[in-house]
């Protein structure tokens, strides 16, 4: 036991001694981002159809000019917002992110430091979202989004694409009737 603990000590410090090398060679290349972290943005947005419309507010500092962090409201297939936030590459798969296209990766971060955007999404297909503000450091590698907490949104009819077959048309109250005390 005494060699296990000697060794789990020595993995600490060890992962202690890299981390304060890393935030000391960051705090050497830009002293200000080093000291603040990146906070995730503030996401409001309205729903009429299937159209949306998304805000987002990036309180981050803007000591950093252009490099200073960005942020961008992200439309999500609902199933895979939890998934984003430990495997951030699926940002790229467009079929888990609706808004923004990931084809124009210049838009995934598209609010600059200190400013608030209203864009719209137009389109979007019936379904279960998330609505998800995430923010990046451009000058902080590895890059590791910070994502806010997400909002989950109906779209148009989530379950137009399903074929109710028989029990459409009022069959379902049949269905249930038996069921169900008279």
Not at 22 to 40: C, K, M, N, R
């Amino acid at each position: 036991m005494q060699v296990e603990s000697k060794f789990t000590i020595r993995r600490v410090v060890g992962a202690v001694a890299v981390a304060a090398a890393t935030v000391g060679g960051a705090a050497l290349i830009s002293p200000a981002i080093a000291s603040a972290a990146v906070t995730a943005p503030e996401v409001t947005f309205t729903v009429d159809g299937n159209d949306m419309s998304l805000t987002v507010v990036n309180n981050n500092s803007t000591a950093n000019g252009a490099l200073a962090p960005r942020c961008q409201a992200l439309v999500v297939n609902a199933l895979e917002a939890a998934n984003i936030a430990d495997d951030p590459s699926k940002l790229l798969d467009p079929t888990v992110v609706v808004y923004p296209h990931v084809a124009d990766l210049q838009s995934l971060f598209g609010v600059p430091a200190g400013e608030t955007v209203t864009m719209p999404v137009a389109d979007v297909p019936d379904g279960m979202y998330a609505v998800i503000g995430a923010c990046i450091d451009p000058t902080v590698i590895p890059i590791k989004p910070a994502f806010g907490t997400p909002q989950l949104v109906t779209i148009g009819n989530p379950f137009g694409g399903i074929d109710m077959g028989s029990l459409s048309g009022g069959s379902l109250e049949g269905l249930l009737s038996g069921f169900l005390p008279k």
